[in-house]
């Protein structure tokens, strides 16, 4: 199945990348007083409310096939 | 986020014991059809994982802030208007716990296609209270939290861990979650029938890639189990109107990558995009991009398109020409697409720095959905709807 060759790519690569780290000793690039501009909020995608969150989760669900992976907890919806 | 001295290398390594632990404690509790293709993500992630987490020290984990939030919700479109508020209340004790209660609801008045087709229009109510707790310990955040939502015919609840740790200088992020569900099913003069069970696995991770550049990877897969449809709905065979019959196991996979950047002082752009497939054969890709920019002091302004297809599940029909085991016209199982462009906008109010900071919400979206295989029995023609969705929301932190 073709999906399942891209997600074992992905994996391998992420796999690779981090695992890297231990052959070869790679330094954080990015240094803690570098990192002013990612605390901003443009910097975290809306809606960083959980509750809107959840509202849009929950009408998305309960409307379209597909469900998951957006980093928002499912669950507790009647979906009848 | 506080940095930590590299000595504290030795509880990334425990930790890298346990997460590992962890995952393999998820292969052994999965369905068995889910088994095979979850512990071969499972076993080069555990790797890619234990690699990282022992080769960079760790950084200490805050709570989140003390936080409360009201929200009036609106979904208005295809006969279906379902409005209401809700609550929620975040409250830390000793910097070491923070506790979460929430409540909403749901107002629902029902004149769908399916109903107006198939039965009469009706109106409802859904409540939903939740509960939560998040401990931080170390480089990590463990959360436990428990749902219970309420109507008449139907009663879920949910009972969720997820588990956050920063490695890698407080570069990457990684996020693993479990959520147990168990629903009741009923109808309306008959009383509950059946079950629902849902399984659902989460793993996220999220890179800093530069000082203004972000990427994650969530997957998420999910299995249920039990009665899968509603006791409502027909489906049609020859013409003529049957109830539908899905299958009562399902089993899904989702991949979703995301990438955020901060384009020019104080302006961001994104885009993700999401592959899912599952057991009934639907598959669907998701698409997203938008972009944040802070407006004077007081206005953070929001603006994002998205675009959603799917193809049908292997038992959906819009009129079936043969008698099969499972047969649905659910259209949420059919082919189709939605296109949704929004805008959000957040005013603060008032920041107190070190105190307490109040801001207001206006978040709208207009969904369109266009049927490639659901006809409107009523005009013969293949249906098509657009919703408007809207939610005001004061937020304060304290």
């Given at each position: 199945m073709t999906a399942r060759r891209i997600v074992t790519m992905v994996v391998l690569a992420l796999g690779a990348s981090l695992t890297g780290c231990a052959i070869k000793p790679i330094e954080p690039w990015v240094k803690p007083y570098e990192?002013?501009?990612?605390?901003?909020?443009?910097?975290?995608?809306?809606?960083?409310?959980?509750?809107a969150a959840k509202h849009n989760e929950h009408i998305r669900e309960v409307r379209e096939g597909a469900r998951g992976a957006n980093g928002v907890q499912g669950g507790g919806c009647g979906c009848n | 986020m506080r940095a930590v001295p590299t000595a504290c290398r030795g509880a990334a390594v425990a930790a890298t014991s346990a997460l590992r632990?962890?995952?393999?404690?998820?292969?052994?509790?999965?369905?068995?059809?889910?088994?095979?293709?979850?512990?071969?993500?499972?076993?080069?992630?555990?790797?890619?994982?234990?690699?990282?987490?022992?080769?960079?020290?760790?950084?200490?984990?805050?709570?989140?802030?003390?936080?409360?939030?009201?929200l009036y919700h609106l979904y208005d479109g295809g006969g279906v208007t379902a409005q209401g508020p809700a609550l929620l209340v975040r409250k830390s004790l000793f910097d070491k716990v923070s506790l979460t209660g929430s409540y909403y609801v749901d107002m629902v008045s029902n004149a769908s296609i399916d109903v107006v087709t198939t039965a009469s229009p009706f109106k409802e109510t859904r409540k939903e209270y939740a509960v939560g707790a998040d401990y931080a310990y170390r480089d990590a955040l463990?959360?436990?939290?428990?749902?219970?939502?309420?109507?008449?015919?139907?009663?879920?609840?949910?009972?969720?861990?997820?588990?956050?740790?920063?490695?890698?200088?407080?570069?990457?992020?990684?996020?693993?979650?479990?959520?147990r569900g168990k629903d009741d099913v009923g109808k309306?003069?008959?009383?509950?029938?059946?079950?629902?069970?849902?399984?659902?696995?989460?793993?996220?991770?999220?890179?800093?890639?530069?000082?203004?550049?972000?990427?994650?990877?969530?997957?998420?897969?999910?299995?249920?189990?039990?009665?899968?449809?509603?006791?409502?709905?027909?489906?049609?065979?020859?013409?003529?109107?049957?109830?539908?019959?899905?299958?009562?196991?399902?089993?899904?996979?989702?991949?979703?990558?995301?990438?955020?950047?901060?384009?020019?002082?104080?302006?961001?752009?994104?885009?993700?995009?999401?592959?899912?497939?599952?057991?009934?054969?639907?598959?669907?890709?998701?698409?997203?991009?938008?972009?944040?920019?802070?407006?004077?002091?007081?206005?953070?302004?929001?603006?994002?398109?998205?675009?959603?297809?799917?193809?049908?599940?292997?038992?959906?029909?819009?009129?079936?020409?043969?008698?099969?085991?499972?047969?649905?016209?659910?259209?949420?199982?059919?082919?189709?697409?939605?296109?949704?462009?929004?805008?959000?906008?957040?005013?603060?109010?008032?920041?107190?720095?070190?105190?307490?900071?109040?801001?207001?919400?206006?978040n709208y979206e207009y969904q369109r959905y266009k049927f490639s295989d659901f006809t409107d029995i009523r005009t013969g023609q293949l249906y098509s709807y657009g919703a408007h969705v809207l939610q005001l929301l004061v937020t304060a932190t304290f």
């Open positions: 990192r002013e501009r990612l605390a901003d909020p443009v910097m975290k995608v809306a809606p960083r409310e959980s509750l | 632990s962890a995952l393999q404690a998820l292969g052994r509790v999965l369905p068995a059809a889910a088994r095979l293709r979850w512990t071969r993500w499972c076993a080069p992630l555990a790797g890619a994982l234990g690699g990282a987490l022992s080769s960079s020290p760790a950084a200490a984990m805050t709570l989140p802030e003390d936080n409360a939030e009201a463990l959360s436990l939290s428990y749902s219970n939502s309420d109507e008449p015919d139907y009663k879920a609840q949910g009972l969720s861990i997820d588990a956050s740790q920063e490695v890698f200088g407080s570069m990457t992020t990684v996020k693993l979650g479990f959520t309306k003069d008959e009383g509950f029938f059946d079950y629902a069970k849902h399984w659902r696995y989460r793993l996220g991770v999220t890179q800093i890639l530069t000082p203004s550049w972000l990427a994650s990877v969530n997957l998420e897969a999910v299995s249920d189990e039990g009665f899968l449809g509603s006791p409502y709905r027909a489906a049609r065979v020859f013409g003529t109107l049957v109830p539908e019959r899905n299958p009562r196991t399902r089993s899904s996979r989702a991949v979703k990558f995301s990438a955020i950047g901060e384009i020019m002082p104080r302006t961001s752009v994104h885009a993700d995009y999401r592959y899912f497939w599952d057991t009934w054969d639907i598959k669907a890709h998701t698409f997203e991009v938008g972009g944040s920019r802070n407006v004077g002091e007081s206005f953070l302004i929001d603006g994002y398109l998205r675009y959603y297809k799917q193809s049908a599940a292997l038992f959906y029909s819009d009129n079936a020409p043969v008698e099969t085991t499972y047969i649905s016209r659910n259209r949420q199982l059919s082919t189709f697409n939605d296109i949704t462009p929004g805008v959000r906008v957040t005013y603060q109010y008032k920041h107190v720095p070190g105190q307490y900071e109040i801001k207001g919400h206006l």
